[in-house]
């Protein structure tokens, strides 16, 4: 339907790796194309360092004209990247530990020209002109008072706030080939597009940390684009991916954790593959040990996508169980191994280092895997529970879509933070049912089937800090 070119910026740095399986014929259409930028069509106006200003909720009109699409990744080099990663992760996965600087050199390609996230967002911008714009999203302050007057006052602070994002962005082969979404068309599943919307979500507002899940095209697409805006990453598989059931497949989908480079170094990662009941399950996490390079405070940031479908509660339970006790381990020998870091929250004493747990926990906040992450002794809260107007309940949903058995509309995705270490600053608000729209997610406005959340958080004061139980 939409003639292939590619574009001037991402020619450059991205040919050589999305053609390397396509042949010659295909190298014989590289040749880069000057675009001719329109007025972008992102629904917020930028502040400092390109992200969107806090403000009050509004609405954004839509734009559509003909666009053509280029070409960032084929199936047939994503596929050759996913055979890969099958292949690496066929063992049996147990807690695997890596060392950073040989991660940095497998994961990062050496050389790759720096991008500029501006002109990536003009050029997403330009290539969905055709389609209506994302719901409009502002981020807005945490409803109690207090914690407004202190972000306000901490806005002139050396060190800013730390953004984090978590998004379930929908396996490319499931929403295609399983999900079954019955009022999307297929056509607004076009991977050619799509990542362009997902990718716009990403650059509008820039986290410093992003964690994704249903991850099916890193290879060829989220770590080449996301390393030259200056993030690292890692990318963790699911052992047996549903998406390896679908004939057109890019491989299997996983976890991944990307986080900017200028802004932290890396510690350690863990591998972890959930258990459920002493046996291993399908489920997958990763956790990375970070330092701030500002301030040398550390945190630790875990990404995990727990099982789906009703009636596998106790399994969800078991596998939230047996994550949080791969965290404590984790964060307590960290803390023990560094008793001098610097700052709050850097992790001294038997306290542990301070935790951000991103993902899809496919889990209602009714469900024992919720009671068991918000009455964790590592003293863990839910961000978005800071929309509502008694600060304690969860939003009325964060994943939104009608299938051939119904529609589902539920809260499944979370961001949980150390209460006693950070403070919320700042959320990504939930769109309305009106600007979701009638026929629900995915859909030519919104890539996937769940929403992303987004918050900024800022170490407390040492002063601040409350007493924590262990």
């Known amino acids: 339907m939409y003639p292939a070119r590619r574009c001037s910026f991402l020619h450059r740095d991205l040919a050589a790796l999305c053609l390397s399986s396509l042949g010659p014929a295909a190298k014989k259409q590289t040749s880069p194309k000057k675009l001719s ?62 060392d950073p600087e040989h991660q940095d050199s497998d994961q990062d390609p050496e050389g790759l020209e720096q991008a500029d996230p501006d002109q990536l967002l003009r050029e997403c911008e330009e290539i969905l002109q055709n389609r209506p714009a994302r719901p409009h999203r502002d981020l807005v302050y945490p409803v109690d008072p207090k914690r407004q007057h202190q972000y306000r006052n901490n806005e002139q602070q050396q060190t800013p706030s730390i953004r984090v994002m978590t998004w379930n962005i929908l396996a490319q082969a499931l929403g295609e080939g399983k999900d079954g979404f019955v009022q999307c068309p297929l056509d607004a599943l076009n991977w050619a597009e ?101 301030t040398g405070q550390r945190l630790c940031v875990a990404v995990t996508h727990l099982k789906a479908r009703s009636g596998w ?15 404590k381990a984790i964060t307590s020998r960290a803390a023990g191994s560094d008793p001098v870091s610097r700052g709050p929250g850097g992790g001294s004493g038997t306290e542990g280092v301070p935790l951000i747990v991103c993902g899809d926990f496919n889990a209602e906040p009714s469900e024992d895997v919720y009671r068991r992450f918000i009455s964790s002794p590592l003293g863990l ?46 959320l990504l608000d939930i769109p309305t049912e009106e600007q979701i729209g009638p026929d629900r997610l995915p859909s030519y406005h919104y890539p996937s089937d769940h929403l992303s959340l987004l918050c900024d958080v800022s170490f407390r004061e040492p002063r601040d800090q409350p007493h924590r139980l262990m």
């Open 37 to 98: 930028l329109p007025a972008p069509r992102h629904c917020h106006t930028g502040g400092e360092g390109g992200k969107p200003q806090v403000k009050s909720r509004g609405s954004s009109p839509a734009s559509a004209s003909s666009i053509p699409v280029c070409l960032m990744g084929s199936s047939s080099s994503s596929r050759l990247f996913g055979t890969l990663a099958q292949t690496l992760n066929s063992a049996p996965l147990a807690q695997q530990d890596y």
């Open 194 to 294: 799509r990542k362009y919307l997902i990718l716009e979500e990403i650059l509008t507002y820039r986290p410093d940390i992003l964690c994704l899940q249903e991850v099916d095209h890193y290879y060829d697409t989220f770590q080449p684009i996301l390393a030259s805006l200056g993030y690292h990453s890692t990318f963790l598989p699911k052992p047996w991916s549903p998406c390896l059931e679908v004939a057109i497949n890019n491989g299997p989908d996983g976890c991944a954790l990307f986080y900017r480079r200028a802004r932290f170094s890396l510690l350690h990662t863990s591998h972890l593959r959930l258990s459920a009941m002493m046996l291993p399950t399908n489920q997958v996490a990763i956790v990375q040990m970070l330092r701030c390079r500002e």
């Open 313 to 327: 509660e106790r399994l969800r339970g078991a596998q939230g169980a047996d994550l949080l006790q791969s965290l």
């Open 381 to 426: 809260d839910s961000a978005y529970k800071l929309l509502s107007a008694d600060g304690q309940t969860e939003p009325a949903y964060t994943t939104w879509k009608i299938r051939p058995s119904g529609e589902s509309c539920s809260t499944l995705d979370y961001i949980w933070y150390s209460h006693g270490a950070f403070t919320v600053d700042t």
